[in-house]
């Protein structure tokens, strides 16, 4: 039932590394962290990776697997043939702490650059009524594990660090998009959109969609219907202010 | 000693769970410096690992809930070992604390009159599980995440400054509680995970809200965090644990394939009408409800089946008997030759509701089948068996303020003890993260204020501190923390089970005490930079200390239950029900103390009819209590 497998790891820092070849033994139903971890037992004790977990459910295992940004623990070896060499390397659009850990407090800044909920001032606590066809939008994006690999293969910043300051990504432009569609929010979320996290600089090319892990439509569902409203907004005023008439009552 | 990283603040919260963040976010709003230190990157904690939902009797669902009956379901499930103060404040504050989430953003799954709707769970009478879909943990933790983030921008507004009063240091682990010259808190000691460069903080309050100890078993819903931090923390620092010997070991974890062994299948499942079946298709709960809760579960299929759609007039299916309940009959049966290809017993949904209703209620649950085991629960069984998934046991803490018994230590969330007696019901700890976060904050915002000098921390205790901590790196022997640690999970598994033995306890304390001397001569390669072997290494002797707290207190305990079953004394004892086991922490190991359960107070008592309580208390704790006069409900 197992097999020896070949993985390729890459192993270093900031300064430099590379990849270097292991044979591994693989066991049925195994996912790539049971292997990364089987390396950590056997061969490579100090083979830094960053997991919680291994059910899919927090997002600390994200890395590129042959290439591909996946999360370790829901990526199974039984995809790929046995006398296939796995290749694990580390997210590229983050700097490198060590091996397969890299630096991802880009989203962190992010994270703080976009105001709180808002909630009208007079509604106290245990009185929120909302509907759940109104409120099921914003769920599907709150389904979001935090993983970055939307943000890691985005091509806006994957190749381009200078973007990074305009660019909040799209897990955050979704974050924006959430607290847009929430039933009872009452900040203008719009402008801000374009004018600081940069919603413009993305052109709906959906590979944040196709790498996401919980398989939210992050372009159909949250970033084409922002740009959708910015729009509407930009070409009439009195749609926007309609709107916001409409949400306070 | 080299130049040590230094900082100062009122409060430093240990983890970054719900418990920590809600005791963080409270500590901030009494105005106090707080520093959280988190092990994992923020917002991982293993708090979104929760699915089912959070308890609270807002009564949203059936009018008919109210605290009385969420206490008396908590009291029920915990086997009356539960500190009833604790259960009091816990049953009568979770409403607000979930109504309060509202108020950061949450967005739970809604009533048909807009508001929070409330699902059926494990031993609760009424649906009293806030929701969202089946991953409501991640919808806890992202929405304090949200507010500590909310919280920076107003001071960074105020005082320039996102972190002026409340820091988030993530990948951060502290290894040593610090004490002053008058055994008060003086602050902690740790290393960041990214550099291994230790820090020291300065405070004269700490809250240990670090969560539970699964790691030190193999078959475990927890994840690599949960090695006893906290627990070892507070044994080291002179407070004491209680009620160690009761581990829950959840029903339904996944069983195949192996990798995946143990990982939780919410008991949502069972509370949106999926069903236990053995190999020969037998719905077999029926065959185990216990005498102390026959009167309250169904004894036929058709009467269960009639229940989700009309609860008031039909008794609850025994699927949702408490999990300690659950969790051994599913052991029987597999033990009797009923189990599954894989060893488990089979949950059922696919047969009992329509996918589609399945894939909205139950996503992540569907999704975790079909990546991981190649299942679809839309249309085929799935396989399960029991999974060590929290411990019962925890820091001894006074209920109303979290206090332990160290000045200035507090513990909130699972690392604390007491709240759910012998056994947790099931959506019990979403609220106790809330409830007794919350008063962890304010009882130490409190404690800070009343203070008339801090203690600072003893400079020798510091670079002892740092000593032990590099041990690894020179030690010899050349023990693999790697390998110490399986042998441990597999001693823990197999002999302090789910099922225990006077002779097999006391071998897994010969094996323990031996684990302890080689845990000694641990090496670890490679630098301090990001060293997982090197993290293994120093969480392993806070798991083997808290083991063996485990391990002490099953071997003392001569009854069964809750999370606590002996097959050489079946029964449950009413003189047992008196006595709590205290574990702390003298030089030769770890010792026990037996202590006195504080008797429920009369009103609380009250709540209860006398014949259920007669199956509980001796006779000279109900001698001159009436009980609750009968009455329906």
Redesign the interface.
């Known amino acids: 039932m197992g097999h020896q497998a070949s993985f390729r790891v890459w192993r270093g820092?900031a300064t430099g590394g590379d990849l270097r070849d292991y044979t591994v033994e693989v066991?049925?139903?195994?996912?790539v962290l049971?292997v990364i971890h089987r390396l950590?037992?056997?061969q490579a004790?100090?083979?830094?990776?960053?997991?919680?977990?291994?059910?899919?459910?927090?997002?600390?295992c994200s890395a590129e697997i042959n290439g591909r940004p996946r999360l370790m623990c829901?990526t199974?070896m039984s995809t790929f043939a046995p006398e296939e060499t796995v290749t694990v390397t580390p997210l590229r659009t983050f700097p490198v702490?060590?091996?397969l850990?890299t630096d991802?407090s880009y989203n962190?800044v992010k994270?703080?650059e976009i105001?709180?909920?808002a909630?009208p001032k007079d509604l106290a606590?245990?009185d929120?009524?909302?509907?759940?066809v109104d409120?099921e939008r914003?769920?599907e994006l709150?389904?979001?594990?935090?993983c970055f690999l939307c943000q890691n293969t985005c091509h806006v910043i994957r190749d381009h660090e200078e973007n990074k300051a305009q660019f909040a990504g799209p897990r955050y432009l979704m974050r924006v998009a959430e607290?847009d569609m929430?039933p009872l929010d009452t900040a203008d979320r719009q402008r801000a959109a374009q004018e600081e996290h940069g919603l413009g600089l993305c052109n709906i090319t959906k590979c944040c969609t196709e790498v996401c892990p919980?398989?939210i439509k992050i372009t159909d569902n949250a970033l084409i219907p922002l740009k959708e409203r910015v729009v509407d907004r930009r070409y009439d005023p009195l749609v926007w202010l309609g709107s916001k008439i409409r949400r306070r009552r | 000693m080299t130049e040590l990283e230094r900082h100062e603040y009122d409060i430093v919260v240990v983890g970054a769970g719900g418990a920590g963040l809600r005791a963080a976010i409270e500590a901030r709003e009494q105005g106090k410096r707080t520093a959280v230190i988190s092990k994992?990157?923020?917002?991982?904690?293993?708090t979104?690992?929760a699915e089912g939902g959070i308890a609270a009797a807002?009564g949203n669902v059936n009018s008919n809930d109210s605290w009385q009956v969420h206490f008396r379901d908590t009291m029920r499930g915990g086997k009356f070992l539960n500190n009833w103060r604790m259960a009091e404040l816990h049953a009568k504050e979770a409403?607000?604390r979930v109504?309060?989430l509202?108020?950061?953003?949450a967005?739970?799954?809604?009533t048909k009159?807009?508001?929070?709707?409330q699902r059926n769970f494990g031993g609760h009478e009424y649906p009293r599980l806030a929701h969202?879909?089946d991953?409501t943990?991640?919808?806890l933790i992202?929405t304090l995440q949200?507010?500590v983030?909310?919280l920076?921008?107003e001071d960074?507004a105020e005082l320039g400054d996102?972190e002026a009063r409340l820091r988030v240091f993530?990948e951060c682990t502290i290894t040593e509680l610090l004490l002053g010259g008058d055994r008060r808190i003086a602050g902690a000691f740790g290393y960041w995970r990214?550099s291994g460069r230790f820090v020291v903080f300065s405070a004269p309050a700490v809250i240990l809200a670090t969560g539970g100890i699964g790691k030190s078993f193999k078959v475990t819903s927890n994840?690599?965090?949960y090695t006893g931090d906290g627990h070892a923390l507070a044994l080291r620092a002179g407070a004491t644990l209680i009620n160690m010997e009761f581990i829950q070991f959840h029903p339904t974890g996944m069983v195949?394939?192996?990798?995946?062994k143990g990982?939780?299948v919410t008991e949502s499942v069972r509370g949106d009408g999926g069903v236990l079946k053995n190999s020969e298709g037998r719905r077999f709960m029926f065959d185990y409800v216990p005498d102390v809760f026959r009167d309250k579960y169904a004894e036929t299929e058709a009467e269960a089946d009639r229940w989700y759609d009309d609860p008031d007039h039909n008794k609850r299916p025994p699927d949702l008997l408490p999990r300690d309940e659950v969790a051994r009959a599913i052991n029987t049966e597999v033990k009797a030759g009923r189990g599954t290809e894989h060893g488990g017993v089979y949950l059922d949904i696919a047969s009992r509701r329509p996918a589609s209703w399945i894939l909205r209620r139950l996503p992540?649950m569907h999704?975790?089948f079909k990546?991981?085991?190649g299942v679809d629960i839309t249309a085929e069984p799935m396989e399960i068996g029991p999974t060590c998934h929290y411990v019962m046991g925890g820091v001894e803490v006074e209920p109303d303020t979290a206090r332990a018994r160290v000045p200035g230590l507090f513990a909130a969330g699972e690392v604390a003890g007491g709240m759910h007696g012998s056994n947790r019901l099931g959506g019990n700890s979403l609220s106790d993260l809330l409830v007794f976060g919350k008063r962890a904050g304010a009882g130490a915002a409190a404690y800070v204020d009343g203070l008339a000098s801090r203690a600072a921390p003893v400079e020798p205790d510091v670079d002892r501190a740092a000593t032990v901590a590099l041990a690894p790196f020179g030690a010899e022997g050349g023990e693999?923390?790697?390998?110490l640690h399986?042998e441990l999970q597999q001693a823990m598994n197999d002999l302090v089970g789910i099922i225990r033995r006077a002779g097999e306890i006391e071998q897994a304390l010969k094996r323990l005490e031996d684990l302890k001397q080689r845990a000694r001569r641990v090496t670890?390669?490679?630098?301090r930079?990001?060293?997982?072997?090197?993290h293994l290494a120093l969480d392993l002797r806070n798991m083997l200390a808290v083991s063996e707290c485990v391990a002490r207190a099953a071997l003392e305990r001569t009854e069964s239950r809750g999370g606590h079953t002996r097959e050489d004394y079946p029964g449950m004892s009413s003189e047992w029900r008196q006595h709590l086991l205290a574990c702390s922490l003298t030089e030769d190991g770890v010792s026990l103390a037996r202590q006195e359960q504080p008797p429920m107070r009369a009103d609380l008592l009250g709540l209860f009819d006398r014949p259920e309580l007669s199956k509980y208390l001796t006779e000279a704790e109900l001698a001159g209590h009436a009980g609750r006069p009968e009455r329906n409900g």
């Open positions: 820092d066991n049925d139903g195994e996912v049971d950590q037992a056997t004790g100090d083979l830094a990776v960053r997991w919680n977990c291994k059910a899919g459910k927090c997002g600390s829901m199974r702490l060590r091996d850990v991802v962190y994270a703080r105001p709180a909920f909630p606590p245990g929120y009524r909302m509907r759940q409120v914003s769920q709150r389904k979001c594990i935090e607290l929430h919980e398989h | 994992s990157l923020f917002g991982k904690a293993h979104v690992m807002m409403p607000d109504w309060e509202e108020t950061y953003g967005l739970f799954d809604r009159d807009g508001r929070i709707s969202v879909g991953r943990g991640l919808e992202r949200q507010k983030v909310s920076q921008r960074l996102h993530a990214e994840s690599w965090e195949w394939p192996p990798s995946v990982i939780l992540s999704h975790q990546e991981l085991a693999n923390p790697y390998t399986q670890v390669e490679g630098h930079q990001y060293n997982p072997g090197w």
